[in-house]
């Protein structure tokens, strides 16, 4: 009896070492070489793979970062010290890249945009806008159905009385949102430009206001009272120029004639986390 | 009702609801509209390019003028339902929810015709010229789709087309059109499908209806010998009349995924388009004017209209008495792939078939809820898919897998979102995917 428990162990403590011998070999001479930088790398970076870099996830990023394929300003997640950590650690330049947040064009909540019809249907703004234009009687306008609020990683969309709004805050200019607007909607804009044009619609001014209460209609106001080149004048339509944005005292000044010049506003009205639940 | 002595086809799977709304304009005869003041005429109807506007503001019109030319081989001719003055070319509502250009035609009251084109001798002249003639009538298929007639009749050469198949299933609930166009005007839908058999240069044209329209094929196989049409009865189940279906019922074949009929030797025509056919090509009448079924339980009297091009809704919904009671949805076409509009200063087009209204009562409100897994989507597919499946994925935008497992071959009929208990927006959900799926097809192609 005795005898069997102690041959049983010699020769499982014996498979043991053989195998843990050749583990080691192999270990030894097929090691894949590894830059320990990675690792340190990966530590630093926000490791929520959201893909605002441009690369698979983060640690996509970290090899491309280490290769010198990309700058670490490029995370539009990390903060500013994480950024100089970042370029602490490989040795370079922070590289320049303007954080930027995005901007949802269209001011019209169910307040202030006229519904055309009762939608019953999938929750999602492609679906609603196949069936008859949409909801909403702005064929231009915001869907209010959410798609970019479940696209966003980071939770800082919302929808307040069925308008997608940013929080700046949150928003960290990944631009996952941007694709999936079916109407072209979200831009991503520097983050110090704090006035947009909450409007995005080409038709003429009196087709908006049929179903808007606050279109832009085109009257320039806000041209005349900033620097020449901050805005853009497309027909009916005014664009903020993102290159050279006005300041907000425009607002004050334009006094604009029906409030689609606004600076960033809405987001105060919803809660972190819990942005598309409420609003259905 | 004595057996009829006909065969009697059909698809598998499908669905049939228990009281198809037939009843209540199937035995009302067709009634010719009176003229109004204004027509406005769409001027992308049919599928493919929208034909070039030929007219100006302010130019006086007879009826049946050309007023837009077809801007290539996939499109259609339009032509003025009466005579008057062109008021303008303006943006209207349009019946997909968003504006369409269409020409304001102000009537003088005269009803005048125009010059037309002779009428043809359709025994004696070729293929060819009846296909010109049809194009240059404006002829699109009336059924729904508005797929311009010449195109159909011009499938490419190396694939030999044997059989002609006049649609008069009528398999969606409500409609009565094609029924009473088969009952009323038995003669012109045979002429129209010789006509059609002729134009494609096919030896078997036959005539294929859902035998709750039994008058219809009584009608139809008491004349069928004389043009040499064949008439097959259908089991009535919907989409019995989707073409894919259709096909199957009546041949056998099975069209490939993604091809057309002319891949498996079939053509097929609406009977609404074979009467226009049979108008076009023995007097020359181009098509200005259609037979439609404005029905519904809040319509005073429904019934079926034979109806200009370019008639608003709300005036046709006028001649049908107006409505009892605050509809809750208006519906152009039929309840299971028609198109609910926003507005009823939609104008009828060509492709018309029905003007529906739905009481508040029959549409369904409810929250989608979580799929059973109980499999009725299943049985009452048409293209043997597997709705439920598809389904969920689309919902976890797993838009790969719905693509692998053939979303793109749903022909959207609706019978199983009809079917599903847990009332799920099946259908809604399909579209999304093909709509994704189309946009990352393209962006790869770039």
């Known amino acids: 009896m005795g005898s069997t428990i102690f041959l049983s162990a010699v020769v499982l403590i014996g498979i043991g070492l053989i195998l843990g011998a050749a583990i080691g070999v192999v270990y030894k001479f097929f090691e894949v070489p590894v830059d320990p930088r990675v690792e340190l790398l990966l530590e630093l970076l926000p490791g929520v793979n959201c893909g605002g870099c441009g690369r698979a996830g983060c640690a996509d990023f970290a090899r491309a970062l280490i290769g010198g394929e990309a700058a670490p300003a490029k995370c539009p997640v990390a903060s500013q010290e994480v950024v100089a950590q970042l370029a602490q650690v490989l040795g370079v330049e922070i590289g320049r890249a303007a954080k930027q947040v995005a901007v949802i064009l269209c001011g019209g909540d169910l307040t202030h945009a006229k519904g055309q019809m009762l939608y019953n249907g999938v929750d999602d703004c492609i679906s609603a806008s196949q069936v008859a234009g949409g909801p909403k009687g702005c064929r231009y306008g915001c869907l209010g159905m959410g798609s970019c609020a479940r696209a966003c990683p980071f939770e800082a969309i919302g929808i307040v009385n069925g308008l997608a709004v940013v929080h700046n805050e949150y928003c960290v200019g990944c631009g996952k949102c941007v694709d999936v607007c079916p109407r072209g909607l979200v831009k991503l804009v520097p983050v110090d430009a704090k006035v947009h044009i909450y409007c995005k619609s080409p038709e003429k001014a009196p087709a908006k206001m049929k179903v808007c209460d606050i279109p832009c209609i085109g009257c320039r106001k806000c041209v005349k009272a900033a620097d020449e080149g901050q805005f853009t004048v497309n027909g009916f339509l005014v664009e903020v120029n993102y290159g050279d944005y006005p300041r907000p005292d425009v607002i004050e000044k334009a006094k604009c004639p029906k409030n689609c010049l606004q600076t960033c506003r809405g987001h105060e009205e919803f809660e972190y986390g819990k942005s598309i639940g409420e609003s259905a | 009702m004595k057996p009829l002595k006909i065969k009697i086809v059909s698809f598998k799977k499908g669905v049939h609801p228990r009281d198809d709304g037939k009843s209540l304009s199937r035995s009302s005869a067709i009634r010719t509209a009176p003229l109004l003041e204004r027509y406005q005429v769409i001027v992308g109807q049919n599928i493919g390019l929208p034909p070039r506007v030929v007219v100006k503001a302010g130019e006086e019109v007879k009826k049946g003028q050309l007023l837009a030319e077809p801007s290539g081989f996939v499109s259609a001719a339009l032509h003025s339902p009466t005579s008057g003055k062109i008021e303008g070319i303006i943006d209207i509502p349009g019946p997909m929810g968003i504006p369409a250009e269409a020409i304001s035609i102000l009537a003088d009251g005269k009803d005048e015709w125009g010059e037309l084109p002779p009428p043809l001798d359709w025994q004696t002249v070729s293929g060819e010229t009846l296909k010109a003639r049809i194009q240059e009538c404006g002829i699109v298929g009336m059924g729904g789709a508005a797929f311009p007639s010449h195109v159909k009749l011009s499938p490419p050469p190396e694939k030999k087309v044997d059989c002609m198949i006049i649609n008069g299933a009528e398999c969606e609930p409500y409609l009565t059109a094609d029924h009473r166009v088969m009952l009323e005007e038995t003669e012109k839908v045979l002429l129209g499908a010789a006509i059609l058999g002729k134009a494609a240069g096919v030896k078997n044209t036959v005539v294929a209806i859902e035998v709750n329209k039994a008058d219809a094929i009584e009608a139809l196989l008491a004349r069928s010998g004389e043009y040499r049409v064949g008439v097959v009865g259908m089991k009535v189940q919907y989409p019995q009349g989707a073409e894919k279906q259709l096909i199957y019922a009546v041949t056998g074949r099975k069209v490939p995924t993604?091809?057309?009929?002319?891949?498996?030797?079939?053509?097929?025509?609406?009977?609404?388009?074979?009467?226009?056919?049979?108008?076009?090509?023995?007097?020359?009448?181009?098509?200005?004017?259609?037979?439609?079924?404005?029905?519904?339980?809040?319509?005073?009297?429904?019934?079926?209209?034979?109806?200009?091009?370019?008639?608003?809704?709300?005036?046709?919904?006028?001649?049908?008495?107006?409505?009892?009671?605050?509809?809750?949805?208006?519906?152009?076409?039929?309840?299971?792939?028609?198109?609910?509009?926003?507005?009823?200063?939609?104008?009828?087009?060509?492709n018309t078939s029905g003007i529906l209204l739905l009481d508040k009562a029959a549409i369904s409100q409810y929250q989608a809820s979580p799929c059973i897994r109980c499999g009725r989507c299943v049985d009452g597919c048409a293209m043997q898919l597997l709705p439920s499946p598809l389904s969920c994925m689309i919902e976890a935008d797993r838009f790969q897998d719905a693509y692998e497992n053939n979303v793109m071959d749903c022909i959207e009929c609706g019978s199983c979102s009809f079917a599903c208990p847990a009332r799920r927006p099946i259908v809604q959900q399909i579209r999304r995917a093909k709509a994704e799926i189309r946009n990352s097809l393209n962006h790869k192609k770039k």
Do not use: H
């Not at chain 2, 037979?291 to 005073?300: D, K, L, N, R, W």
């Not at chain 2, 605050?326 to 507005?343: E, H, N, T, V, W």
């Open chain 2, 258 to 350: 993604g091809g057309l009929p002319a891949d498996v030797g079939c053509i097929v025509q609406n009977v609404g388009t074979a009467v226009a056919v049979a108008d076009a090509v023995t007097g020359g009448v181009p098509l200005i004017e259609r037979v439609t079924t404005i029905t519904g339980e809040p319509v005073v009297t429904p019934g079926n209209w034979r109806l200009k091009v370019g008639t608003p809704v709300v005036e046709a919904l006028k001649l049908a008495g107006g409505v009892k009671r605050d509809p809750g949805k208006l519906i152009l076409g039929g309840p299971m792939m028609g198109f609910a509009q926003r507005s009823t200063d939609v104008p009828v087009m060509k």
